[in-house]
């Protein structure tokens, strides 16, 4: 069960940080309050979501033996890169969350399911504001 909690740890990060970068974007380039606070939502309610388990989580967490640790990271172009990436980061790793989640509570799988879906209809809005 250590290495599930270990795999929700790092795609719930991983999630939050993705959707911080892009609400970022958002709020101070395309300077969007709407998407800006959609996405600040998602990002709470994904929080919410594992507040119970979050003791746990820590607990299992073992980032100093990570084998990506070291990963170098690619340069990207510019910032519409940036965005797509992250955002891509945040549907893959609630992906994750949405699998991995059920083994600890189905509801959980299920919340998670529905914000991805949200995350793509924010990706598909913020797509739109730049091309």
Same mark, same amino acid.
């Given at each position: 069960m250590k290495n599930i909690l270990r795999i929700i740890d790092a795609?719930? %990060?991983?999630?939050? @940080?993705?959707?911080?970068?892009? @609400?970022?974007?958002? !709020?101070?380039?395309?300077?969007?309050?709407?998407?800006s606070s959609v996405i600040k939502r998602q990002r709470h309610n994904i929080d919410k979501i594992a507040r119970t388990v979050y003791p746990q989580l820590v607990s299992s967490r073992d980032s100093k033996n990570?084998?990506?640790?070291r990963t170098k990271e690619? !340069?990207?172009? %510019?910032?519409?890169?940036?965005?797509?990436? %992250? =955002? #891509?980061?945040?549907?893959?790793s609630l992906r994750v969350?949405? @699998?991995?989640? #059920?083994i600890i509570s189905a509801s959980?799988?299920? &919340?998670? &399911?529905?914000? !991805?879906?949200?995350?793509?209809?924010? @990706?598909?809005? =913020?797509?739109?504001?730049i091309l």
């Open positions: 795609n719930l %990060n991983r999630s939050k @940080e993705g959707l911080r970068v892009v @609400e970022d974007f958002t !709020r101070f380039v395309l300077s969007d309050d709407k998407i990570d084998v990506f640790r690619s !340069r990207k172009k %510019n910032s519409f890169s940036v965005v797509v990436s %992250n =955002i #891509k980061r945040v549907e893959e969350l949405e @699998e991995f989640s #059920k959980a799988g299920s &919340k998670f &399911k529905k914000i !991805r879906f949200k995350i793509y209809d924010i @990706e598909k809005e =913020i797509v739109k504001k």
